[in-house]
T-cell receptor
Framework: NAGVTQTPKFQVLKTGQSMTLQCAQD?????MSWYRQDPGMGLRLIHY???????DQGEVPNGYNVSRSTTEDFPLRLLSAAPSQTSVYFC??????????????FGEGSRLTVL | AQSVTQLGSHVSVSEGALVLLRCNYS??????LFWYVQYPNQGLQLLLK??????LVKGINGFEAEFKKSETSFHLTKPSAHMSDAAEYFC?????????FGAGTTVTVRA
């Protein structure tokens, strides 16, 4: 079972470059989200989606864009990378959007370094 | 918004000893609380969750957590640590269907 798949696993960018982190899930989950993980800060929500065509901002959305054209895919775009965006990024999904008890399933992460 | 605070960023235990990881929540309404574990170079996976059905929640790998409203706590325990328990553990609360995580506690297990 593939679950949540993220690509690439590692990426090095120069300041000002753009890139897209890909996320795909094969579980027919309504809800998808992106988190960033930084030492001592846990995971912080960047953007999330409750279904195809619907996205919203999380706790730290600045510098990132998302779209959800299909149920399966939820790419995260960095338009002009900054060193402050050096982090590990996780995509996560759950079956139902409007539930507080559903389990989040995580990808294995994408480690991004911005020089 | 509801939040969680994890007390202690690092915990070191001997193999076979009790593991105790502390989590306190702030909420004006009954919270939905979770513990996740992250093994090195992996994503997070669910250990257990509290959804108000029972105050003592049992999870995978021998872990359990007790919800105590009077103490606003949801501490995670395991009676006997194993080397494979070395990982980072996150407490989380569900806010408007979205999960907010604590800062995490790294557990090391000494042989």
């Amino acid at each position: 079972n593939a679950g949540v798949t993220q690509t690439p696993k590692f990426q090095v960018l120069k300041t000002g470059q753009s890139m897209t982190l890909q996320c795909a899930q094969d579980m027919n989950h309504e809800y998808m989200s992106w988190y960033r993980q930084d030492p001592g800060m846990g995971l912080r929500l960047i953007h999330y989606s409750v279904g195809a065509g619907i996205t919203d901002q999380g706790e730290v959305p600045n510098g990132y864009n998302v779209s959800r054209s299909t149920t399966e895919d939820f790419p995260l775009r960095l338009l002009s990378a900054a060193p402050s965006q050096t982090s590990v990024y996780f995509c996560a999904s759950k079956l139902d959007s409007l539930t507080n008890t559903g389990e989040l399933f995580f990808g294995e992460g994408s480690r991004l370094t911005v020089l | 918004a509801q939040s969680v605070t994890q007390l202690g960023s690092h915990v070191s235990v001997s193999e076979g000893a009790l593991v105790l990881l502390r989590c306190n929540y702030s909420s004006s309404v009954p919270p939905y609380l979770f513990w996740y574990v992250q093994y090195p170079n992996q994503g997070l996976q669910l250990l257990l969750k509290y959804t108000s059905a029972a105050t003592l929640v049992k999870g995978i790998n021998g872990f359990e957590a007790e919800f105590k409203k009077s103490e606003t706590s949801f501490h995670l325990t395991k009676p006997s640590a194993h080397m494979s328990d070395a990982a980072e553990y996150f407490c989380a609360v569900s806010n408007d269907y979205k999960l907010s995580f604590g800062a995490g506690t790294t557990v090391t297990v000494r042989a």
